[in-house]
């Protein structure tokens, strides 16, 4: 009577063993890490575009605000700057984003009332109170001028300068010049 699977199955009635038939273990194929999943090439185009559109957005905005750098690096290193030099030093810097047939042809007055309209409107009337000394005291002789005036023409264009520039809507500003 014969068990199964008992230890005496591999051996041969006359006493002999019989080799089993064993195959030798095989592994399987080294997984490639190539072709990646679509998902990830989908990623990486994402990541490469957005890197590509921030760094245009980001040349754009450094060229943009590049000649308002100037004018404000203009007044920082010349503390000692005169009215007229501070509207001077407006009128260039507005002049670089705006157009100049329209901008060239205003002076006095005018001048202070297109500045003071580019601005947002919380700061208008501070801009207002600190330049219309200067504005007024513009065509007169240069000994009228005092320090009081000249620091305040000051604090307008730096207030100016920074709120004002880059220009947020060009074209409604050059329908208001119009």
């Avoid at 008992?6 to 080294?30: K, N, V, W």
């Avoid at 890490?33 to 559109?53: H, K, S």
Wanted: charged share 15%; with cysteine; proline share 4%.
């Amino acid at each position: 009577m014969n068990v199964a699977n008992s230890p005496a199955q591999g051996i041969a009635p006359t006493g002999q063993t019989t080799q089993l038939q064993l195959h030798d273990i095989h592994l399987p194929e080294q997984v490639s890490n190539f072709p990646t999943a679509l998902g990830w090439w989908i990623l990486l185009v994402i990541v490469l575009v957005c890197g590509f559109w921030l760094f245009k957005k980001f040349k754009k905005d450094r060229l943009l605000n590049a000649k308002k750098n100037q004018a404000l690096a203009a007044l920082k290193n010349n503390p000692e700057l005169n009215a007229n030099d501070c509207i001077n030093l407006l009128k260039w810097a507005a002049m670089q984003y705006f157009s100049r047939e329209q901008l060239a042809k205003l002076y006095g007055d005018n001048l202070q009332q297109f500045l003071q309209a580019q601005l947002p409107t919380q700061h208008q009337h501070s801009f207002n109170t600190l330049s219309i000394d200067a504005f007024q005291a513009q065509y007169q002789s240069p000994d009228c001028s005092s320090s009081e005036v000249d620091k305040q023409c000051q604090q307008a264009t730096k207030l100016w300068l920074t709120h004002a520039l880059p220009v947020k809507n060009l074209t409604a500003n050059s329908k208001e010049l119009s």
